[in-house]
């Protein structure tokens, strides 16, 4: 059930991303007078296609990774004199701009729409209440106090633990510091720390920015109780299930899930007594953790499973709501911060200051949209946004194959006057390939070492 709910949110995930990303390079072109040849969802061999009124070919294929829009274009094929006017190459330079542009710009508005959607709805979070700092950390030499709320960074109004992240995301690699201001607005009380960074380094693999810095949000006591079980983890080989709760794990009683996971993590392939409760009855199991190696080389045990839902007290939730213009100020806001830290993130990566191994290919979108399909609506509809703001700023990157390669062309042919020759175009066409297959085996490669 897990595996056809994950291929499901997948499939949904990247079917309405790459048709909405196609269908503005298909609308602008009608517009443009273009004639459209075929619409396609996917690569490879079509699944279902059929002719419409306009003769243009509606097609599903395959391959689900993407997608093309086949213009009439006379240096494809021959053209009917009749129809040169209908060609792309034909097409103002201008024209050719707002068609190639369509593509990754939809997918923007798109975001916008779906983060809108969300604040129009309501969103709920936790009220950012820092729980602990850690000792000796970039927080703990700020003398950030705990038990209070996080209303800002660096000036910037934050009212969840999402929105920090993210602030201080855009941090990542730098040295100088990040302003804080914590308090408690219901005494009106708020004060700003100023915390150190010195090149800061976040291993995104392990941690957030927010733990990073030294922060545990707060929480309340999480009861040791089994929610989701992977099927081929080490717990449901012992034979945990859902709705167990750990009370002793070799004799040592188990307080909350956070006591349990450090016994975890620190006995990979070490034989555990465990002590349950199921259905009012207590029972013996023999848990032995599998092996995980980190990044850094450390190792640490895991069972393949989950913690069972729990609530946060009411004054610790709350919902952010917005009237319909509001909440669309609100979605071009957020899309515009996930467009800014994307290209940061970019930046980065390529001047070294964040690992390569952040990158993520087609198993880890996969294992997202199970998951936060499985979240809810809310998070699904959020992972849809943030995957459809990548999709728009990675086609708009100058690299040839892309749709932001033939801007460059365009804009190019603006300023000389005349076309980027054919030979050029190809040459860039074999760079961009190369670059690309690249970028996708070492996301590939990525993907596997996640889950190995």
Known sequence: MDLLQTLLATLVALGVLVTIHEWGHFWVARRCGV??????????????MRKGRDGTEYAVAAIPLGGYVRMLDERE?????????QAFNNKSVYQRIAIVAAGPLVNLIFAVLAYAFLFLSGISVVVPVIGEITPGSPAARAAVPVEQEVLAVDGREVQSWNEINLRLASHVGETGSIELTVGEPARGMARSYTVPIDQWQVDLERESPLTALGITPWRPEIPPVIGQLLTDGAATAAGL???????????EPVQDWVALVKIIQASPERQLEVLIERQGQEQSLLLTPARRQLQDGAVQGYIGAGVAAFEFPPEMQRTLSYGPVDALVAGVEKTGQMITLTLESIGKMIAGVISVKNLSGPITIAKVAGTSAASGLESFVSF?????????????????????????YYVVELVRGRPVSEQVQ?????????LLFSLMALAIVNDLARLF
């Open 77 to 85: 094929g021959d053209v009917p004199e009749s129809m040169r006017d």
């Open 426 to 434: 190809m040459l860039g066409l074999r760079v961009g390939m190369a």
């Open 241 to 251: 299930q859902s709705g167990d709760r750990v009370l002793a794990v070799d004799g």
């Open 35 to 48: 004639k459209v040849l075929r619409f396609s969802v996917g690569f490879g061999r079509p699944l279902w």
């Open 384 to 408: 849809l946004a943030y995957l459809s703001v990548s999709l728009g700023v990675l086609n708009l990157l100058p690299i040839p194959m892309l749709d932001g390669g033939h801007l460059l």
